[in-house]
């Protein structure tokens, strides 16, 4: 079994088996021709599958221990297309800190046909355990969450939900497989949003699932093709070409993560600095680049966003350039008041996605924008 660093690199396809190419050939091709009735070459038309994706969902799968992949136009196709699974009447507890879009389009569109979801905080797991419904069918969980960093336990979760033959689905969009693997500790469905550190230039927008599951992979392929939310070709090559320098990308995010965490914990304008390097769990072997804190003053907020010449703020993260948002209106302005202030998401928040640029000038930047 080769090592993830290798597998990055190399992906599922080190070279064209036709042409000998390296770089993965773009299928830029809507349909494939059939040799004669009853023969295919396994391609038919480039929503239900494409040579250039499938090179990616079979890499997404080696990089996740999982057996199978499938790769949609964005983050939030996966999740759609995971939510498929579920019938009316089926309860699913979801973690409450989480990505807004999550929460928007379970709560504002899957609910309305009968999918239960009780959004609660999943760190906690004498909460978890006494949440659970009798038609409660699967976990739904991210961790690190996003923004507060809260740590669910991925194995404990695994085996309360089997113990009643549901389904964990991970949201591992913060880490990577490089740094946590949910399969391995028992997740049935890992998710990505590959916009994010996978493809990791702040260049395109993607969506991945990895899994093991027999009983659920034609499912799944099913409301892929019927919905249609399946990536191009040309994104699935950006995606693949981000893959092949995870490993070094990661490793930075980390460094600049943990150098940013630790001046801004000193800080006399910051309260209190999330980050999950801080107190690092056993389940994952890194924490990447995100760091978020509260200032003590909110007022600050908007001077800092207009103060910051060289972190840019924008809306995503998990890229090169490092990034600011306010998640108050941005990533979780979907979110009810009540729901985002006990997950702790106030006007005194930031998040922050450290790139791989150099650290000193990234602390220097972020010092005069703190300056009175
Ligand atoms: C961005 C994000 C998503 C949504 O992905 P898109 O690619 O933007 O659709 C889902 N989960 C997490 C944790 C995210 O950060």
Not at 185 to 194: K, R
């Amino acid at each position: 079994m080769k090592k993830l660093d290798t597998i990055c690199v190399h992906t599922a396809r080190p070279f064209d088996p036709v042409t000998g190419a390296i770089s993965t050939p773009i299928y830029q091709s809507a349909t494939f021709r059939h040799p004669r009735l009853g023969e295919s070459t396994g391609f038919d038309y480039s929503r239900a599958i494409n040579p250039t994706r499938s090179v990616l969902e079979e890499t997404i799968a080696l990089l996740e221990g999982a057996k199978y992949g499938l790769a949609f136009a964005t983050g939030m196709g996966a999740i759609s297309c995971v939510a498929k699974l579920f019938n009316q009447g089926d309860h699913i507890i979801v973690s409450e800190d989480l990505y807004g879009g999550t929460y928007r389009l379970l709560e504002g569109y899957y609910a309305k046909y009968g999918v239960e979801f009780g959004f609660i905080d999943t760190s906690d797991f004498a909460k978890l355990s006494a949440s659970l419904k009798p038609n409660t069918k699967a976990l739904f969980i991210e961790t690190p969450s996003n923004p507060m960093m809260k740590i669910t336990d991925i194995a404990a979760c695994a085996k309360l939900i089997h113990d009643r033959n549901g389904i964990l689905i991970v949201d591992n969009t913060f880490l990577t497989p490089y740094f946590q693997n949910p399969i391995a500790l028992g997740a049935d469905i890992v998710l990505h949003s590959a916009s994010k550190y996978l493809s990791g230039h702040n260049d395109t927008v993607a969506g991945l699932i990895a899994h093991s599951r027999d009983d659920l992979d034609f499912e799944l392929r099913e409301a892929q093709k019927s919905e249609g939310a399946s990536l191009s070709a040309l994104d699935s090559w950006l995606v693949l070409r981000g893959i092949k320098t995870l490993s070094v990308r990661m490793e930075r995010h980390q460094s600049n993560g943990a150098a940013i965490a630790k001046w801004l914990s000193a800080h006399p304008k910051i309260e209190r600095v999330f980050y999950c390097g801080f107190t690092p769990h056993p389940q994952s072997r890194g924490s990447a680049g995100m760091v978020s804190f509260y200032l003590k003053d909110p007022a600050m907020a908007p001077k800092v966003l207009e103060r910051l010449k060289l972190i840019l703020f924008a809306e995503s993260l998990g890229g090169v350039e490092s990034l600011i948002t306010y998640p108050l209106v941005q990533t979780h302005g979907a979110i009810p008041e009540a729901m985002r202030l006990s997950a702790g998401v106030n006007d005194r928040l930031l998040r922050l996605s450290i790139g791989i640029e150099d650290k000193d000038d990234l602390i220097a930047d972020l010092n005069q924008a703190l300056a009175p």
